[in-house]
């Protein structure tokens, strides 16, 4: 059963998505009434979820299910990842490329790859205070609170302490 994500609960697990690319408002769009469309059947061993979907920062699709109803199962979750992966072919969007970090960079989405942040740092386009994203929240409450987060803060720190033993 899909609810407005702003009444799920805050205990809810998420999994963030970011796409590989800026989505324009008619992809927001479309994927917005695509998950909708598909949490509000979304079940686990027959059983209907109570879940929300929803797009952020027009990157980003954060999905959460209310635990304390029903728990997703693994063919439950697969099947989520199904849907993002078939809206992506669809659209030419990658939700699941890994080798990119994700900062705030005055309120515009910046991607930088893996493996050239530690240049980054160095050259000091990465601070320590710069906001990135962190996608590995587990529940919304985290999601609220350490989403966007300074980067010396992050799994990032380890480049910065490097930093600062050399």
């Known amino acids: 059963m899909y609810i407005s994500f702003s009444d799920i609960d805050l205990q809810s697990r998420v999994w963030v998505y970011q796409a ?3 989505l324009t408002t008619q992809e927001t769009g479309i994927i917005t009434e695509t998950l909708k469309a598909s949490l509000d059947t979304w079940e686990a061993h027959g059983k209907r979820l ?3 979907g929803k797009v952020f920062e027009h990157r980003f699709i954060v999905i959460a299910v209310d635990e304390r109803h029903e728990l997703p199962s693994g063919c439950s979750i697969d099947k989520s990842v199904h849907w993002l992966q078939e809206i992506g072919q669809r659209m030419d ?9 994700y900062l705030d960079d005055n309120d515009t989405v910046q991607t930088i ?4 942040i530690r240049q980054a740092i ?4 990465i601070l320590p205070t710069t906001t990135i994203f962190d996608n ?3 529940t919304k409450a985290q999601w609220m609170k350490r989403w966007k987060i300074p980067a010396s803060n992050s799994w990032l720190n380890r480049y910065f302490t490097e930093q600062t033993s050399l």
């Open 20 to 22: 590989n690319r800026e």
């Open 113 to 116: 790859p893996v493996p050239k």
């Open 136 to 138: 590995q929240v587990g």
């Open 50 to 52: 109570t879940a929300s």
């Open 93 to 101: 969007i990658d939700f699941f490329d890994r080798s990119l970090a």
């Open 122 to 125: 160095i050259q000091e386009t």
